[in-house]
Structure formats: C-alpha cells, structure tokens
C-alpha cells in the first residue's frame, strides 16, 4: 500500500513540474518578442544626406544649373552646353528617379565606385548607379568621369565651341548605346540656345601639362590640388591602387595622347 502512495505522488510531483517548465518558457519567449517590437532598425551608414531642388520645366533646369555647367567647364575643359544637354536628356530635366533619389544627372553607372548606390533598370534589369549627396556633386564626377578616361581623350581635341563633334564623339566613345543621342543633345543645345553658355569658358584645362614628376614634398592631394583634379582621378589615370609616390615619379596629368 506504502508503495503504491509513493509512486503516486511521484507522478504529482512530475506533472506539477513540467507544467511550471513550460510557463516559464512562455514567458521568456514572450518577453524577448516586446524587447525585439521596441527596437529601431538602425539607419545605413551609405544612406547620404542628399539635397534634390525641385524642377518643374526645362527652362528652370537649365536656371538651376547653368552656373554649375559653366564652373566645371571652365576647370575640364567640357562644353557646358553639353554639359546642359546631358544632364536633360539623362535626368529627365531633373525630374526622372535617378535625379530626384540619387543625384544622378548623367545616368553614370557603378564602374569604379566604392560610394552610396542605387540600382535602376536601364539596359538591364535593376542595374547599379552611382548616388551622390547633391546635384553639384553629380555633375563634378561627371567631368572627371569624361576626363579621366582614355576613351574620352579625343573629346577634349575638339574645340569646345563645336558642341555637335562633341555629341558625336560622347556616342562613339560609347557613352550611351542610343544610335540617336548625338542627335537628341544636338536638338536640346540649338532649342534652348545652350551653345551661348560655351562664350564663357576661359580654357584652364586645355593647358595642363601631359605629365608632371613628382618632387620632394609632394603628395597626391597637392598634385591633384594643383591641376584642379580629383585624387581618384589621379589614381584612376595612374593606375594607382594606394596613396604611395616617391621622388622621380611621373604621373599622367592630362588624358590627351
């Protein structure tokens, strides 16, 4: 009789403690869901601050941006009515989804670029562009993206009051695959008078030199500095995985040849 009281309450003191395991469980489980509901995702760290002006029209694209096409002209040596085209024809005069989420003016792809990114379907599904943090800084790697590549090189022999050479030449290169863009720019430039924002230009590019030899002191930021370009460019034309030069070096400075 003893037995059989002991093992029953045996079975009791069983089943009182693997209903106590499972609440407390239950509870842990529930307590860690409010901690993971309360938290806030953290924002990405390539997320930049961007500045997009608002654009309604053309004419108010061209407003917004003319001075900007004339200061970059001026360092680069690249008509500003292309400039103006481009930044139309690729923006949607500022208003298509690269422009207005990107900074992207000039449809100008992931190639090289460790920077923010977005990716757009163009002549592929969900392809990768480059993201700037504003429009100025969009047409500034613009230039140096034209510049700084061998490709281009026989742009910068044009002169640069001849905008339909450089039309020509921009499609040749192979900038854009459309048969018609030469064509589309040159439209743009004679409707809304582009070519006249050429007359400003005060030709400070055309006379850097081929190539410069590096000198005690001299770093890749003072050379860059110096001939009014990028750093990246400087490695880009140089083949330049680091920021290593000694004494002696010579360095590409002008993408002519």
């Not at 009789?1 to 395991?21: H, P, Y």
């Not at 582009?194 to 400003?200: R, S």
């Amino acid at each position: 009789m003893n037995r059989i009281l002991v093992f029953f309450l045996l079975i009791l003191l069983m089943g009182c403690g693997s209903r106590k395991k499972i609440v407390t469980k239950r509870d842990r489980s529930e307590d860690t869901q409010v901690v993971k509901k309360s938290e806030k995702p953290e924002p990405k760290a390539d997320a930049p601050t961007v500045d997009r002006p608002r654009i309604t029209s053309v004419e108010e694209y061209i407003d917004t941006f003319k001075a900007i096409a004339i200061a970059e002209m001026n360092q680069y040596g690249i008509p500003a009515s292309i400039t103006l085209a481009q930044g139309i024809l690729e923006s949607g005069s500022g208003r298509g989804r690269l422009a207005t989420e990107a900074n992207n003016h000039f449809g100008i792809k992931c190639h090289d670029w460790t920077g923010p990114r977005i990716y757009h379907d163009d002549d592929r599904s969900q392809e990768c562009f480059r993201k700037y943090r504003d429009a100025a800084q969009s047409f500034r790697d613009h230039s140096e993206f034209l510049y700084g590549r061998k490709r281009y090189a026989k742009l910068f022999k044009l002169r640069r009051t001849d905008y339909k050479g450089w039309a020509r030449e921009l499609r040749r290169a192979g900038y854009a695959t459309d048969r018609k863009y030469p064509e589309k720019l040159i439209s743009l430039i004679e409707r809304y008078g582009l070519d006249n924002f050429d007359e400003g230009y005060t030709g400070l590019s055309t006379n850097l030199p081929k190539e410069y030899e590096v000198r005690a002191g001299d770093t890749l930021y003072s050379i860059s500095r110096r001939y009014n370009l990028s750093v990246e460019t400087l490695k880009r034309m140089n083949n330049l995985s680091g920021n290593e030069i000694s004494i002696g070096q010579v360095l590409i400075i002008s993408a002519d040849d």
